[in-house]
């Protein structure tokens, strides 16, 4: 008996084992494989007929293709429900992972009386009969991602073509949010980044060279290169740049928000196109617009784009503070230092800041991130996603939220630009080192090693696909780019229903 007919009859032992009146179809249903006649079938009023759907590996794969397989079985489903007198209810049992059903459920629209279910509904059938569970000892659920690297690292363009389909749907989703009002933009250090704000790092670093120099510590150069001198000095075990953050904080005293104002707009643009487009979406277009932003960045730099667009906005960044009716609420959840610079409030900077704001689950800050996380449709744009309190913030998120999805756009690793790129860094690297004795500082620290192409595609892909993964437990779909200068074109399109 081969995998789907195992899979069939471990149903059909389940379903027996938790129901005394179970029988084959009737003659008017006679293409689906059970009929379940009782008052009440797992929290649905009976008869209830089952359908069991087994999806090969191959199929499990590619949502292009899982979403008209699923389609088609509720197609084909509905038609038989609708030939029977009694029956209208219906439960489809597949193999598929849950995120697969909640994913295609979020995406589109299920008929009344259809009912999808997937790997744990059945983990939770096999719980309750362990007997069954240990004559069936075999997985009938796909490891993907294993699956996924063995299967796509043979054709480069199977991972283009799965990219290409979910991207198009994932916009879709998005664009049905945006015609809803129901979506977020989440926004990291990579929109200000745009326009020429420093990087958290280089911020962190300039601050931190400046609190030494106020205390009279010669630094001199340093100060304008600080990652030459961290390059320089890794061996030693330098301290992270979190924990240098408390020492300026702490060094600085009351100058502190007046430094950070300082290094924050040295050298920042007025504009650039990702934060027009980001704009241009929050305009009201046909009552299309977004609901929400939450920031992570200390500057005004939307701010200054909505006000070019005449989009009404309220600047929030403390608890006590509220939105103006009708306009579009901007959260600066680690703070606001505006280039129209005023003393505000602390922000979260140093290693204190983040626990303090970790801890305190009820701070205003950590509630307005979790409401949008419950309650619309995200769109993370320029955030890395390695912060342990968003992180923990998004899981409490997922595990309460039955409905709302969430996107992060981010840079593609398996490209066959990065590829080329590696290996001819490789080469070289092999040129400028081959010549210089074993013990040379250069030869020591950028090791020479022979690029095997295939290698590369692998470890690539596994990379790509892990960071996949990693963001699809959080509740969040990825968008693939190839580069970030096409992320404004990706925006406008979002706008163009």
Not at 167 to 192: C, E
Not at 280 to 292: P, Q
Not at 332 to 345: I, Q, R, S, T, Y
Not at 471 to 494: A, R
């Amino acid at each position: 008996m081969n995998k789907e007919l195992k899979f069939h009859q471990m149903i059909k032992e389940l379903i027996e084992a938790d129901f005394n009146n179970v029988s084959p179809p009737s003659s008017s249903l006679l293409s689906l494989d059970l009929l379940i006649h009782e008052i009440e079938v797992y929290n649905l009023k009976g008869p209830v007929a089952i359908h069991t759907t087994y999806v090969n590996d191959d199929n499990q794969l590619f949502n292009f293709k899982l979403d008209e397989l699923i389609t088609n079985k509720i197609k084909f489903v509905e038609n038989e429900l609708n030939r029977a007198e009694i029956i209208n209810k219906a439960i489809i049992i597949t193999n598929l992972e849950q995120e697969i059903i909640k994913e295609y459920s979020f995406s589109n629209q299920i008929p009344a009386g259809i009912f999808l279910w997937g790997s744990e509904d059945v983990k939770k059938l096999l719980n309750r009969h362990k007997d069954i569970l240990s004559k069936y000892n075999m997985n009938f659920f796909i490891r993907r991602i294993a699956e996924e690297i063995k299967y796509l690292s043979k054709d480069f363009n199977k991972r283009n073509e799965q990219i290409s389909y979910n991207n198009v749907k994932f916009q879709q989703n998005i664009q049905g949010s945006l015609k809803n009002n129901q979506l977020a933009l989440v926004l990291g250090a990579g929109v200000s980044l745009s326009a020429n704000i420093p990087n958290w790092q280089d911020l962190v670093s300039k601050i931190y060279f400046q609190a030494l120099e106020d205390k009279g510590i010669p630094v001199k150069d340093i100060a304008t290169e600080p990652f030459a001198y961290w390059q320089l000095t890794e061996e030693l075990g330098n301290t992270n740049l979190l924990i240098r953050t408390r020492y300026a904080k702490q060094l600085l005293g009351p100058k502190f928000l007046n430094v950070v104002h300082k290094w924050l707009y040295s050298q920042s643009a007025t504009s650039s196109s990702l934060l027009q487009s980001i704009a241009e979406l929050c305009s009201d277009n046909n009552s299309k617009s977004v609901n929400t932003i939450i920031t992570y960045n200390f500057d005004n730099l939307v701010e200054e784009h909505l006000k070019n667009f005449g989009i009404d906005y309220t600047s929030i960044w403390r608890g006590d503070q509220n939105t103006k009716p009708n306009s579009l609420p901007i959260y600066h959840v680690h703070g606001f230092v505006p280039k129209e610079f005023a003393l505000l409030d602390d922000i979260v900077f140093s290693e204190d800041d983040y626990h303090n704001q970790y801890t305190n689950v009820y701070s205003w800050s950590n509630i307005i991130q979790l409401n949008n996380f419950r309650e619309k449709t995200c769109l993370f744009i320029g955030l890395s996603l390695l912060d342990p309190n968003i992180r923990r913030l998004l899981d409490v998120a997922k595990q309460s939220s039955k409905v709302n999805q969430h996107y992060v756009i981010t840079k593609r690793i398996y490209s066959e630009q990065n590829i080329h790129e590696t290996i001819e860094n490789s080469k070289q690297l092999k040129e400028l080192t081959d010549d210089l004795p074993d013990n040379h500082l250069l030869k020591e620290k950028y090791k020479y090693l022979n690029i095997d192409e295939e290698a590369i595609k692998s470890i690539m892909l596994t990379e790509e696909l892990l960071i996949e993964k990693d963001f699809n437990s959080l509740g969040l779909n990825v968008i693939w780019i190839n580069e970030y200068d096409e992320l404004p074109k990706l925006l406008n399109k979002l706008k163009q229903l």
